[in-house]
């Protein structure tokens, strides 16, 4: 639909209407951008946003429907028409192979998927994707991407981790609605365009055309009338300073292109479809993940998808004001320039030569700037993405936390001591080697250093750190009370950054009530959303300990919160959130029915069942809280939770040792939770002192934490006189004496009977 046409259908070429008040903006389509913005669109169509999702159809499919068939685990999956439409024949989650229409391709390349409707209005990925790549690199075939799924798993392709309604709707197409009924448990979601079209970046587009339909469209100065996003790049020039090898920013000026483009390409949860994410904070709509062990390395390398948002805060070019479109041409996404250029625009390519700073041979793929500053990782097994966060490599850490490092990963014979070694005689002088880092206080905390707590406070309050680092490092300080935590928590508070205020909260977790509530008592007014939530809801536990006052200031916070796990109670995670503040609340009934609805609507999601068993258990319904386990262990046979929860709950009720088959059965399917091996081993120690000790070692072996090498050894010391025990001790001991100071040893020495 041209311009005009628009124009007329809509009424807004009605002469009287020029002068009305302006309607408030609404969608019109991408077809009616096309008129003026030929190039913009030209360079749009076809681009990964174009075809981020389609109707199933000729132009879109590029998947071999021609009864194409697939085995995957001895049975044949098969792809065939039925007219023009697009059919696929596989297991359902009953076991059974039935047939079911593809209406959604998603995607373009290097994989596209395919998705399934059905009768509740669900949307579902299927499990095959399409490899796109050629055929002599491997593509042009159909391949399960989650092989080892089971029908019990989050990811199984009928259940919530590939529901396109919550899971991926809102950055797949323009002007979402979810439309979930929880009454009904079913979705009507609407959308104004199936794929990401002009407005998705650019907002509602009714009042740009309104106000641009009588000017020349020429006329550059009208390109944005009407539209409410400045998403031009934040640095109009970059200039040349002495004694820098980097170009810099004239000024920083404010743009809406970071958020805009955040939306999608991060790692969050969405918290409403109301709040405005551009012109307002992004996180009033999107909670933003921080730099968590589950999505990242220790040193900020990306590890799980994080959709580059979170990698590119951590950078120095953030810090200057380089935005997306510095390297990408926003309407193709694709390079402006090719590979090589791209850093040249700032980096002076003079002083960035093979000779002067690769050190490999030129024109190589060694030598290319992102192969060292943005290495690859492969996700959905044939997709690599880029790292976004241009970290320096730092070998010498790699050393010593074991966090992946380029050298290493081309060189795979080499080890990171030999890499650290080899970076020293290329850069004798480099400023980065041997600089204190922020991973070494995230991998301590992770092992349980003593240190950590300490390291972390100062990394809190590292002003040359990001704000996400920061803000990361005051999420993990959760269980410290020092007194350099409670300094960074305070300071923390009172931070102009949203991420260091949100880091807050969890960093707090481990003050009584008294005194958590006068930390963050001022960030239940906090201008954002996500802030004052979440503090909300990290006060409401203690809600029956609370002052009149207290329950006052934390009650309209507290409904901004109840709100949002409405918003999200089509997934077990906000019924569980809503069932627990019920709980705090003393609600106790409605919290049981909120959690049994959580195990209807997501019967694989292990934490209903925890939270409901330790309800039980605080009512003294021990029998029930057992079933519960039970038949969450039956519904999520995966879960390491539900079995570590259920041998705890035997050990307090003297059935030891039914308790430790469930503990052994926690440890063995979590496999690296340090925790679980450790509450094994101790549980074991009368009645298999050798298993004890293994299961303690193991501990230690995948946490790093000494404690449980020190726990291993002060078992075997008490029951030296059990035999057999001896040279098993000789061995921890000699082991904890090399993580141990001097004083730690002769304790456990005095111990020996």
Avoid at 472 to 491: C, D, H, P, Q
Avoid at 701 to 722: D, I
Wanted: with cysteine; charged share 20%.
């Amino acid at each position: 639909m041209g311009l005009l046409f628009w124009l007329l259908a809509t009424g807004l070429a009605n002469a009287e209407s020029v002068n009305a008040q302006p309607q408030a903006n609404q969608y019109v389509g991408s077809e009616v951008c096309r008129d003026c913005h030929q190039e913009q669109a030209e360079a749009w169509q076809g681009s990964h946003h174009d075809m981020a999702m389609k109707h199933a159809d000729p132009l879109s499919v590029r998947g071999d429907f021609a009864d194409a068939t697939v085995k995957f685990k001895n049975q044949d999956n098969r792809f065939f028409m039925r007219g023009d439409e697009y059919w696929v024949n596989i297991q359902g989650p009953d076991g059974q192979y039935r047939d079911y229409q593809i209406l959604y391709t998603f995607g373009w390349e290097p994989l596209q998927q395919y998705m399934v409707q059905f009768e509740d209005g669900r949307v579902q990925v299927i499990p095959f994707a399409w490899d796109t790549r050629e055929k002599q690199k491997g593509g042009q075939r159909w391949f399960h991407l989650y092989p080892e799924t089971t029908p019990t798993d989050e990811f199984y392709w009928t259940n919530s981790g590939q529901n396109w309604n919550f899971m991926c709707a809102d950055c797949h197409s323009t002007n979402l609605s979810k439309n979930y009924d929880a009454t009904t448990n079913t979705y009507n979601t609407r959308w104004s365009e199936i794929n990401v079209g002009c407005e998705a970046c650019h907002g509602a587009a009714s009042q740009h055309v309104e106000r641009v339909k009588n000017a020349q469209l020429a006329d550059k100065k009208q390109a944005h009338v009407g539209l409410t996003r400045d998403l031009a790049q934040a640095v109009n020039e970059w200039v040349f300073k002495q004694g820098s090898t980097t170009m810099q920013p004239k000024a920083i000026h404010p743009t809406d292109q970071l958020q805009t483009c955040a939306q999608c390409h991060s790692r969050r949860t969405q918290l409403n479809e109301t709040a405005d994410h551009v012109k307002g904070s992004f996180l009033d709509k999107y909670r933003l993940s921080l730099i968590t062990p589950e999505l990242y390395h220790h040193d900020g390398q990306i590890y799980d998808e994080n959709y580059v948002y979170g990698s590119f805060l951590q950078s120095a070019m953030a810090e200057k004001g380089v935005t997306c479109t510095n390297c990408h041409d926003p309407h193709s996404a694709k390079l402006k320039v090719a590979e090589e250029a791209i850093c040249s625009q700032c980096h002076l390519a003079s002083e960035y030569t093979p000779e002067k700073h690769t050190f490999h041979q030129p024109d190589t793929e060694a030598s290319q700037c992102t192969t060292c500053h943005m290495p690859k990782t492969t996700y959905m097994q044939v997709d690599p993405r880029r790292d976004h966060s241009w970290h320096v490599p730092r070998a010498d850490i790699s050393q010593h936390i074991n966090t992946p490092n380029v050298c290493t990963s081309c060189h795979e014979d080499k080890t990171a001591q030999w890499a650290d070694k080899q970076v020293a005689k290329w850069f004798p002088n480099s400023k980065y080697r041997n600089q204190q880092h922020f991973s070494v206080a995230f991998y301590a905390d992770s092992i349980g250093h003593s240190g950590a707590a300490d390291a972390l406070a100062y990394s809190a309050q590292d002003s040359s750190l990001s704000d996400i680092i920061r803000g990361s490092a005051l999420e993990r300080m959760g269980g410290n009370t020092g007194k350099n935590t409670l300094v960074a928590l305070a300071r923390a508070v009172k931070h102009e950054s949203e991420l260091i205020r949100l880091g807050a909260i969890e960093g707090s977790a481990g003050y009584e009530l008294n005194d958590r509530w006068q930390i963050l008592v001022s960030l239940l007014s906090d201008p954002v959303l996500s802030i004052r939530a979440e503090t909300a809801a990290a006060l409401v536990s203690r809600y029956s300990e609370m002052s009149d006052a207290q329950r006052m200031l934390i009650n309209d916070p507290l409904n901004e919160y109840l709100e949002i796990q409405r918003f999200n109670s089509d997934r077990g995670f906000g019924l569980v959130n809503l069932a627990n503040v019920q709980r705090d609340m003393g609600d106790l009934a409605d919290a049981e029915q909120l959690y049994l609805s959580a195990i209807e609507i997501e019967p694989y999601f292990e934490n209903s069942y925890a939270n409901l068993a330790d309800l039980y258990r605080s009512q003294g319904k021990e029998a029930s809280a057992l079933a519960v386990l039970q038949q969450g262990m039956q519904a999520q046979p995966k879960s390491s939770a539900l079995p570590y929860s259920m041998g705890l709950a035997l050990l307090r009720a003297d059935q030891s040792d039914q308790a430790v088959n469930y503990l052994r059965q926690a440890a063995q399917t979590a496999e690296s939770n340090a925790q679980y091996w450790y509450v094994y081993g101790l549980a074991l120690e009368h009645r298999d002192l050798l298993a004890a000790s293994n299961a303690l070692y193991q501990a230690y072996r995948v946490g790093g934490n000494p404690q449980h090498l020190y726990a291993q050894c002060e078992v075997l010391a008490r029951n030296l006189s059990a035999g057999k025990v001896k040279a098993p001790f000789q061995q921890c001991l000699a082991e904890l004496s090399q993580v141990a100071p001097p004083q730690v040893i002769e304790q456990l020495k005095s111990k020996i009977r």
